[in-house]
């Protein structure tokens, strides 16, 4: 068997770290905080990065993904590295398409990591207006107190993003689907004008993941995920992790190194784990999705769907060109803003209520009664959140149970 012939699915399940002596078939938890040495010269040889060892391939299949997963270099502590940690990113690379990698406690950090060791004082972001929250705190908040800046382009208006590129700018950064309004942005465009100007583009695939759209093969340098949501896909532990070029993963695996963002080789174990199920999760997620999404479109109470798959999506040809899968994410408009917002809430009895997504279970948020209530009201319709926006993160449950729940919460 070639390289080639193995389907994606395969990939995730049967690409592990090497058996121990005794034979495993599940991949062990290496819960260590430290690694020992042979003796002085193999421990100035780790420290010096002069070890280079491959523990991972398609087990049973000798050779197999050799050559396109990223050698690790030997394990020192497991701040730096750690074996079930580097199964999880070296797993994570071959599946986006990226020369290496490096793994966070959470989402969150990847984010702050990436953008941390990649930018100095003085340079400049040009951002798509609807990101994720806290990214956009960070945009905002943090970065300016060490002389950073950020121009927001909207999502609606890509053909404005070269008018924000200024002679500073270092980085061209964008979410697709966003978070929470569901739109799409042009993979491919992006791609083309971060290669124009020189910039280093950075897609957050969390929406999606590799199984749906792989924006390296756009022309994204980096890709990040909060493995938190679909990657882990029941809610039980935190995770991120940015893959891309190497020379890029170099410095940010440097700047992890020395600040400590690792991921726990525990939640690395989950993580590794989850990312065997994905493609049968992410079928039935998209399946139960679309259907939502079709219910929604009819339901007399409500305004508006959004749904990369659905006919009615502004950019729906975009989502058909980049996309194979819908994802799980449901945007809709309800009738009435805030206060009917919060009166679905209440009334919901089957969905959760939560700050999460990509779980088994359906979850449902009114970002303008919540997340996005500090907000002014042209705050939020900037980033498309408007007064009655419900987003659905759609889980697997039974679909016909989740359309009862929400059905009878809008009536």
């Not at 058996?19 to 690694?35: A, C, G, M």
């Not at 398409?97 to 003085?122: C, P, Q, R, V």
């Not at 929250?133 to 300016?144: I, V």
């Not at 609606?156 to 979410?175: C, D, G, H, R």
Request: hydrophobic share 40%; net charge negative.
């Amino acid at each position: 068997m070639s390289n080639q012939k193995l389907g994606l699915e395969t990939q995730a399940i049967r690409t592990q770290l090497e058996r121990t002596q005794f034979l495993e078939h599940s991949v062990p938890l290496y819960l260590t905080s430290s690694f020992v040495f042979e003796d002085a010269e193999d421990m100035r040889a780790s420290f010096a990065e002069e070890t280079p060892i491959n523990e991972i391939g398609v087990i049973g299949i000798p050779g197999q993904l050799a050559e396109l997963v990223p050698k690790r270099n030997r394990n020192i502590y497991s701040r730096f590295s750690n074996p079930n940690t580097s199964e999880f990113v070296q797993k994570m690379c071959l599946l986006e398409g990226a020369e290496d990698g490096y793994a966070f406690a959470t989402g969150m950090a990847a984010i702050y990591s990436t953008f941390a060791a990649l930018l100095n004082a003085g340079d400049h972001i040009v951002s798509a207006s609807s990101v994720f929250g806290s990214t956009h705190t960070l945009f905002t908040k943090y970065f300016p107190k060490w002389n950073i800046s950020t121009s927001y382009f909207d999502v609606n208006k890509v053909e404005t993003i070269e008018s924000y590129i200024q002679p500073n700018t270092k980085i061209l950064f964008a979410e697709s689907p966003t978070n929470p309004a569901v739109d799409i942005l042009d993979l491919k465009l992006l791609g083309e004008i971060a290669k124009k100007h020189n910039l280093i583009l950075i897609i957050d695939n969390c929406f999606a993941t590799f199984y749906i759209q792989k924006p390296i093969e756009f022309g994204a340098d980096l890709v990040v995920h909060s493995a938190t949501k679909l990657i882990d896909g029941q809610g039980r532990v935190l995770g991120g992790v940015t893959v891309g070029r190497a020379e890029l993963i170099r410095e940010i695996y440097l700047f992890a190194r020395n600040t400590g963002p690792a991921l726990s080789p525990f939640n690395a174990w989950v993580l590794s784990k989850s990312l065997e199920t994905l493609s049968v999760r992410l079928e039935r997620h998209c399946e139960n999705a679309l259907q939502v999404a079709e219910f929604l479109e009819n339901h007399p109470n409500v305004q508006k769907v959004k749904y990369p798959f659905l006919k009615s999506h502004p950019q729906y040809a975009i989502a058909k060109q980049q996309m194979s899968k819908g994802g799980n994410i449901v945007a809709f408009e309800i009738k009435g803003g805030i206060e009917a917002g919060r009166q679905f809430l209440n009334k919901i009895q089957l969905c959760s209520l939560s700050a999460n997504l990509g779980d088994t279970r359906t979850i449902v948020t009114h970002p303008a009664s919540t997340t996005h209530s500090k907000l002014s009201v042209e705050e939020r319709l900037t980033v498309s959140i408007t007064d009655g926006l419900v987003r659905i993160s759609v889980g697997l449950e039974s679909v016909s149970d989740v359309i009862a729940d929400l059905n009878q919460a809008l009536s």
